[in-house]
C-alpha cells in the first residue's frame, strides 16, 4: 500500500510517495530534503530527529529521544517506518543540536543576581568637586584630595604610592579640581587605610564601566575576562595558549626549565606577554585601554602562580614539595609587571598545596561544591587533572598529571576551541566517513578537545582502533592509513581543510589522550575509594575545563573519561577556575570564601602508594580493563559487533 | 582436637585448552596437550584436584643458533642444525611440547618448510614463535598458519601493538596464540580482551605474563602470575587462561648462566650453576601457577619434570 508523507521544512513543503514500511529517511529524500545521517543511520547520533505532526508511524528505535520528545510527536528519520499516510515537520539542523540531551553547553556567564557594586566591590569611583587653592587657602595638593575624600567620600584615612602622589598635583589642575579618584578597600584587614588607585581629571559617569579582570594561568590555556565592576557584567571573553608551552608541556618540565640560569625570567616574561596580549584585545573590543583596568584577580596552579611572580618554584618538584607561597600577599600591576593600571590591585588567589592551587579553589568556589549538602565529585579537566570531592562538611583534593590533549595540545592537529576547531565528530560504522561541526562553522583547521573526546568515541565505537587505541589498518576505507607515527585515521581531507593539509588523528595523540583520561579517571576513582564513596552515591559530578562550548556526555563515557552514571548527573562547567576569579574580583565576601575553602580542603597525595598506577593502567584501555564498570559502552559495543567483524572482513 | 584446614571458594575457573590435534582432531600429532582446567590455587590439592599437570616445552630454533651459551651446544650436539632432529632429540628429552623459534633470517618459504620438518619429526604439538619482528612475525606466520591448518598450534607472539594478524589466521586455520604483556596483571587482561574481541575463542588462547630470571625480577613476574590466578578464580573472566611463561630465555641470558671465566670462584661450577638457575626459576614459576614452561637445557628438563610429578602427588 502506498502512502503520502509530507514534510515541511523552514516553510517549504515536499511530499514522496512511499509503500507501508518505509523508512523516513529514505521518504525524506525522495521529497528532496537532505536529512543528516552523521552516524550512518542507525539511530546512534540523533541527528536526524524530526517532528511526526500527523498520522502514524512506527519507530524502532528511540534511543536519542526522551519521553518528552515522543510526547511530542519527534522520531528519528532513520529509525522509523511509514504505516499510512504521514505529516513531518524537519526542525532546522540547529534546533535538532540544541535538543539533545547528550550535549551539555556551558552556562552563560550571569551577573550573581546578589551582586551590588557599593556593598561588594573593593574597587569604587569616586567624584570629587575640590575647591581650587587660592592666595587665602594654601591647604597642598594631597591634604586638599584628603580633605575632599573626607567630606565627599566618608573617607578618613587614604595611602597613595609615591608614584602617584608625582601626579596629582598635574592631574588636579587639569581637572580643574574636578576628577574622579578610584579607591581600593582594604580585603581582610579593615580597620587599614584605603588605597589611592588612580585619579582622572574629569567627572566619569556614574554608571560608566570601571574595569576589572579575571585571569586563570593555566599549564597550557590563559584566560583573560574583561569585567564591568560596576555592572558585574563580564564584557570580553579571551584565551590564548600560555606562552610558556614552547618550554615545556607539563607544570614539572617548566619547574625543571625555570631552574635553569635565566629560565626563570623567561618563563616569568613568557606569561606576562600572553596576558598581557590578551588584555589588550579584550580591551580593544570594548574600546577601552589596559592602563583603565585598576584590579585583577589571577587564578592558576601553585606553579603558574609561582613563574608569575618570579618566585623559585623548584621546591614545589622536590619532596616533600613545599611551595615558596599558597597566598601570595595583594600585589599592585607594577610589581607584578601586568599593562593594567600599574597602580592596579593584583589579587592572586589562595592554594592549597604544590599540586592544588588557586585554580581549584577558584574552581570549588565557582562550583559551589564547598556549599552542597550531597556528596559530589569535582573534575577539573585540565592538564594536572585536579579532583575535588566532598560537600559543605568535608573537602578532599587530589591531583595527578593528566597532560595537555583535552585543551587540544600535544595532539598533532589539535586547538585551542576557537574559530576553526572541530568541535564534534561523528563516524559512519559502515563507510568510515566521518561528519564533523565546525566552530564558526567555517573551513576546519584542527580539533579541540571536545572534538578529540567525540572522535576518539567514535572511532573506538566503530572500530577504527581497537580497546588499546590501535588504529585497525584492515579497515577497508582510505581514511584509515599508515602515518609517520604509526597508524592513522583522517577527519579532513587537505581540500577540506584550512591550511590545505590533511587533519588526522594519529597513534601518538590516540596514546596522549588515553594517558590523560586514564590519569583522570584513576585520580578521581581512587581519591572515592580512599575516602570510602562509591562513584554510584555522587550526588552529582561537575566537569570543568577548557574542551570547549560543548562536552558530549555520552561519548567522554565511552572513552572513559567520565564513570558510567546517569547522564543528568553530570554538569558541564567550562572553565571553572577563571569564572571563579570572576566571583572573587567581583564581591570581598566570595574572595574571603576561597580563602576558607582553601583551608578546609585535605590534600590526598596519590603518590604514595601504588594503588593510582594501578588504576591508571586499568584505566589505560578503552574504556577500560574492567569492562563491568561500564554497562552503556559494552551495549554500544555489541551493537556493533556484526558490523565491524565485516569490515574486517572476519567471520568465526 | 581435630583441626579442619580452611578451604577457599572460588566461583571461577582456568580455562582447560588443548594444544596440538591427533589424527582423530584433525591434525597429526602423536597426542595432544591439555592445560588449565584449575579450580583452585596450585597444589592445593585438598581444595581441588588438579585436572592438568603444568607441561614443558623445549624451545628449539629453526636455524643453529650463534648466540646460545656454548653448555646448550654441548646438550644438543648436532642436532641443532637440523631443526627435525633436533625436536626429535627434545622430545626424548622427556618435552610434552617442542618450541619452534623462527629466526629473521627464515624466508616465509624456509620457515614452512622448517615446521612441516619439524611436525614430521615429532609427534608433540607444536608452539612457533616469530622472530619477533613485528611484519616479520606476520610474514612468516602467516603461511605457516596456512599450511598447518587444523593442527591446532600455538602461534606467538602476540603482543598489544601486533596481534590482529596473528589472531585472523589463527582463527581462520584452526590455531592458538600466546599473548604477551609485560608483567602487569592489567595489561594481560587488556591484551586478552583485545584478542577475545576479534572473535577468537577463549579456549584458544595462552597468557603469557612474561618473567625475569631468578634473581633478575623473578618476585615481580611470580607475583603477577599469583594474582592473575587470584582474578582468575575470583571470576574475572579475562585472567582464566593458562599461563605460558619462557624461563629457558630468562635464564639464559643471565650472566651467572652465560659466562663460564673470570667470575668469582665461590659461583662453583659453570654448567652446574647455570643448569641450577634455569632449573630454579622454572620451579618457582611453577609453583606460582605457571601451566608451560619453556626450557633449553635438557637437564633443566628432567629436573623440572621431577619437581612437577612431586608436587602434582596427592
Known sequence: ?652 | MPIEIPKDKWTGSIRAVTIGATSAEGGTRAKSITVGGQTSMPYLHYEAPMPNKPVIAIEIKSRKPDDWSPLLADAWGEAMADPAQWAKKAEEAGADLIVVALTLADSPEDAVRVIKSVLSGTGLPLIVWGPGQAEKDNELLVPISEATKGEKIVLGICEDKNYRTIVATAMANGHLVQARTPMDVNLSKQLNILISDMGMSKDRILMDPTTGALGYGIEYGYSVMERLRLAALQGDAMTQLPMIVTPGFEAWKTKESKVGEGVPEGWGDWKARAINWETLTAIALVESGADVVVLRHPESVKRVKSAIEELVAV
Open chain 1, 1 to 652: 500500500m502506498q502512502h503520502t508523507i509530507t514534510f515541511t521544512h523552514e516553510d517549504k513543503q515536499s511530499t514522496a510517495i512511499v509503500p507501508t514500511g518505509a523508512m523516513l529517511s529514505d521518504a525524506a529524500h525522495l521529497a528532496g530534503l537532505d536529512i543528516g545521517q552523521p552516524c550512518g543511520g542507525q539511530g546512534r547520533c540523533g541527528r536526524c530527529a524530526v517532528q511526526v505532526t500527523d498520522g502514524n508511524v512506527r519507530r524502532r528505535s528511540t534511543l536519542r529521544l526522551s519521553p518528552d520528545d515522543i510526547e511530542q510527536g519527534y522520531a528519528l528519520a532513520c529509525q522509523t517506518v511509514v504505516e499510512g499516510d504521514v505529516a513531518i515537520h524537519v526542525p532546522p539542523q540547529e534546533k535538532i543540536e540544541r535538543r539533545l540531551t547528550t550535549d551539555r553547553v556551558v552556562a552563560e556567564v550571569t551577573v550573581p543576581a546578589d551582586y551590588e557594586y557599593l556593598q561588594d566591590q573593593t574597587v569604587r569611583r569616586v567624584h570629587l568637586r575640590l575647591s581650587p587653592p587660592t592666595m587665602e587657602d594654601q591647604t597642598d595638593d594631597w591634604s586638599r584630595l584628603q580633605t575632599g575624600l573626607r567630606l565627599q567620600a566618608n573617607v578618613n584615612k587614604v595611602n597613595v604610592s609615591l608614584a602617584l602622589l608625582q601626579t596629582i598635583g598635574d592631574v588636579l589642575r587639569a581637572g580643574e579640581w574636578d576628577v574622579t579618584a578610584v579607591l581600593e578597600y582594604p580585603l581582610e584587614h579593615l580597620e587599614q587605610p584605603l588605597r589611592l588607585v588612580s585619579l582622572q581629571p574629569h567627572h566619569v559617569d556614574e554608571y560608566s564601566p570601571l574595569w576589572g579582570c579575571a585571569i586563570d594561568i593555566g599549564t597550557t590555556t590563559v584566560s583573560v575576562w574583561l569585567v564591568d565592576l560596576v555592572s558585574g557584567g563580564v564584557r570580553a571573553q579571551v584565551a590564548e595558549y600560555n606562552g610558556q608551552i614552547a618550554r615545556g608541556e607539563d607544570v614539572i618540565s617548566r619547574i625543571m626549565y625555570a631552574s635553569k640560569k635565566g629560565g626563570g625570567q623567561e618563563l616569568r616574561q613568557r606569561v606576562l606577554d600572553t596576558i598581557n596580549e590578551l588584555l589588550e584585545t579584550a580591551c580593544k573590543r570594548v574600546k577601552a585601554k589596559p592602563e583603565d583596568v585598576v584590579k585583577a584577580t589571577i587564578a592558576g596552579n601553585s606553579t603558574m602562580i609561582h613563574l608569575l611572580l618570579g618566585i623559585p618554584a623548584s621546591n614545589i618538584r622536590l619532596s616533600p614539595f613545599i611551595t615558596a607561597v599558597n597566598h601570595p600577599p595583594l600585589m599592585t600591576a607594577r610589581e607584578v609587571g601586568i599593562n593594567a593600571h600599574p597602580e592596579a590591585s593584583v589579587d592572586c588567589l589562595p592554594g592549597v598545596a604544590s599540586y592544588v592551587g588557586a585554580d581549584i579553589t577558584a574552581g570549588v568556589l565557582s562550583s559551589g561544591l564547598d556549599t552542597a549538602e550531597n556528596v559530589t565529585l569535582f573534575l577539573d579537566v585540565g592538564t594536572n587533572g585536579e579532583t575535588v570531592l566532598g560537600n559543605r562538611d568535608w573537602l578532599v583534593t587530589c591531583a595527578c598529571s593528566a597532560g595537555p590533549a583535552f585543551e587540544g595540545a600535544g595532539v598533532v592537529n589539535g586547538m585551542r576551541a576557537t574559530t576553526g576547531a572541530i568541535e564534534e565528530v561523528w563516524i559512519n560504522s559502515e563507510t568510515f566517513e566521518p561528519t564533523y561541526r565546525v566552530i564558526g562553522a567555517g573551513k576546519p583547521k584542527g580539533i579541540c578537545g571536545s572534538g578529540l573526546i567525540s572522535l576518539l568515541s567514535e572511532a573506538f565505537i566503530t572500530g577504527i582502533i581497537d580497546k588499546a587505541g590501535n588504529v585497525n589498518l584492515m579497515a577497508s576505507s582510505s581514511r584509515v592509513r599508515e602515518g609517520a607515527h604509526g597508524g592513522e585515521y583522517v577527519v579532513a581531507w587537505g581540500e577540506e581543510s584550512e591550511s590545505g593539509a590533511d587533519i588526522v588523528l594519529s597513534r601518538v595523540d590516540v596514546d596522549n589522550l588515553l594517558r590523560a583520561k586514564a590519569a583522570i579517571y584513576a585520580g578521581f576513582t581512587v581519591l572515592a575509594d580512599t575516602v570510602g564513596v562509591p562513584l554510584e552515591t555522587m550526588d552529582k559530578v561537575l566537569i570543568g575545563g577548557s574542551f570547549g562550548k560543548y562536552i558530549n556526555i555520552e561519548k567522554a563515557v565511552q572513552i572513559g573519561l567520565l564513570p558510567d552514571m546517569d547522564w543528568s548527573r553530570f554538569e558541564f562547567l567550562g572553565n571553572t577556575a577563571v569564572k571563579g576569579a570572576y566571583y572573587a574580583l567581583l564581591d570581598w565576601k566570595k574572595r574571603e570564601r576561597i580563602t576558607e575553602i582553601a583551608k578546609r580542603m585535605t590534600y590526598i597525595e596519590l603518590s604514595a602508594d601504588n594503588s593510582f598506577y594501578e588504576a591508571f593502567t586499568s584505566a589505560l584501555f578503552l574504556p577500560h580493563t574492567d569492562m563491568s564498570k561500564f554497562p552503556s559502552v559494552a551495549v554500544a559495543l555489541s551493537s556493533k559487533v556484526k558490523g565491524r567483524r565485516s569490515n574486517v572482513g572476519m567471520t568465526e
